[in-house]
């Protein structure tokens, strides 16, 4: 099977960046990774190895797959290492002026038909492609945390996105292993607009003083049969990430009032209490252990 694209960049080398690297090499593409913070992409490359050597030491993966999967991805330190890319999926902060600009300096890299993706949870598509030159290469490739896990991928086309560039794209997705679902431009796209009451509603029952964090997870996990609660999951996101998804998915309907964000997650992030990755969100994490926090 010759798979859609050849040479993928994936720029943002964090929890979503290094989980659609993996799935990228492991579709049989080449892979580089890029981010603008020293380390970050080596670090995930790292993570990625010893993921693929535990999984060897399972029995999971032949050693020579393991090791084509390792020689298949590389860190590179700037975007001007980007050239030769035929698909370049952005999954860096959640901030319309900075993917705007990422997008302005990769269109003066890459050639004219490198297909361009972002990986945004709320911005509108649109907006960012207003940047480009050429929007009609530019779409929405909507991955879920964690990647490797969450199936689904939203392929969004902005205002002048082309159909072929969608189609490429989800031909793509399907060659990760992943099932790829064409969605409309508007805030939110389809899961983050379904599942907005998750969250949101959450903090407010929360903040109304009507059951604590682990009392409404434990009831939407045991009676209404999700996998994670609302604060699990935010905490598996991280509200340094789900904040602002949360606001500009408000700012975009109008300040629409059941969409408002909550200012319990407003004071957690200006704390730095993000969730597992600040080792404190609703829960505690020491040592990957979760425990409820006071
Ligand atoms: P993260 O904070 O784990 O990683 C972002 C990475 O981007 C960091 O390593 C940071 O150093 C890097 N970065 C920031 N600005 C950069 C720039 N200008 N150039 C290069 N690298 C830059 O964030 P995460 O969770 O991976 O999210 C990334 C994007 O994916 C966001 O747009 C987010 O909304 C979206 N997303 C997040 C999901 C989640 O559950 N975490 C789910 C789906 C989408």
Known sequence: MTVNFSNVAIVGAGAMGRG???MAAQAGSKVLLVD????????????????????HDKGRLEATERDALIA???????????VHCDLVIEAIIEDLEVKRQLFRELEEIVSPSTVLATNTSSLSVTAIAKALRNPERFAGFHFFNPVPLMKVVEVVA????????????????????????????TPGFIVNHAGRAYGTEALRIAGEGVADFATIDRILKDQAGFKLGPFELLDLTGLD????????????????????PSAI?????????????SGEGFYRYPEGVMQVAA
């Open 158 to 185: 902005g205002f002048k996105t082309a159909n072929e560039v969608c189609a490429r794209l989800a031909g793509y997705a399907q060659q990760m292993g992943h099932q790829a679902v064409q969605a409309q431009d």
């Open 241 to 260: 990430v789900s904040h602002p998804v949360m606001e500009s998915i408000y700012r975009q309907y109008y300040e629409e009032p059941r969409y408002r």
């Open 36 to 55: 603008s913070m020293p380390g970050a992409a080596e670090r995930a490359l790292a993570t990625l190895a010893e993921q693929w050597r535990k999984l």
């Open 20 to 22: 659609i690297a993996q």
């Open 72 to 82: 298949r991805i590389h860190a590179v330190s700037t975007t001007r290492e980007l």
């Open 265 to 277: 997650a407003a004071q957690r992030v200006a704390a730095g209490v993000f969730g597992r990755k």
